[in-house]
């Protein structure tokens, strides 16, 4: 009997470790979202020479973008179409909140700065796909 529930234990134990195993290798790589949307904030403040007021609203802005962005990369398997349509709106909603915060000048240097596609080399990238 204590050699049964031994051996029912043993499984048990291994059935939750591979379970548990599983489910964090298959789980997307996060970023670092307070170090990304530091690096874009950098990059935009040279290209675009932003003031020492549009920094730290920038930066909330573009981190608040990214946490979204990360909530739906599971549908970007799951469902595309879905994905599509968040990610869409999501971007529409971040153009929106830069457009009041950067200049006419600015802004329109910002949708110059959009990579022709996804470039991994590139940080702004996260901001365009």
Same mark, same amino acid.
């Given at each position: 009997?204590?050699? &049964?529930?031994?051996?029912?234990?043993? %499984?048990?134990? $291994?059935? /939750?470790?591979?379970?548990?195993?599983?489910?964090?290798?298959? @789980?997307?790589?996060?970023?670092?979202? *307070? #170090?990304?949307?530091?690096? /874009?904030?950098?990059?935009?403040? =040279?290209?675009?020479?932003?003031? *020492?007021? @549009? =920094?730290?609203?920038? %930066?909330? $802005?573009?981190?608040?973008?990214?946490? +979204? =962005? /990360?909530?739906? @990369?599971?549908? +970007?398997? &799951?469902? *595309?179409?879905?994905?599509?349509?968040?990610?869409?709106?999501?971007?529409? #909603?971040?153009? %929106?909140?830069?457009?009041?915060?950067? %200049?006419?000048? +600015?802004?329109? *240097?910002?949708?110059?700065?959009?990579?022709?596609?996804?470039?991994?080399?590139?940080?702004?990238?996260?901001?365009?796909?």
């Amino acid at each position: 009997m204590k050699s &049964t529930l031994k051996k029912l234990f043993t %499984s048990c134990v $291994i059935i /939750i470790f591979s379970a548990l195993s599983f489910t964090a290798y298959s @789980q997307a790589p996060t970023m670092n979202i *307070e #170090g990304t949307a530091a690096s /874009i904030v950098s990059k935009l403040d =040279k290209a675009l020479i932003l003031s *020492e007021v @549009q =920094k730290p609203k920038l %930066s909330t $802005i573009v981190a608040n973008y990214l946490r +979204q =962005k /990360i909530n739906i @990369q599971d549908l +970007q398997k &799951t469902n *595309e179409k879905a994905y599509t349509t968040k990610l869409n709106s999501m971007q529409n #909603g971040l153009q %929106s909140k830069l457009k009041p915060l950067l %200049s006419l000048n +600015q802004y329109s *240097e910002f949708l110059s700065l959009k990579p022709k596609t996804f470039d991994e080399t590139n940080v702004l990238s996260q901001l365009f796909y």
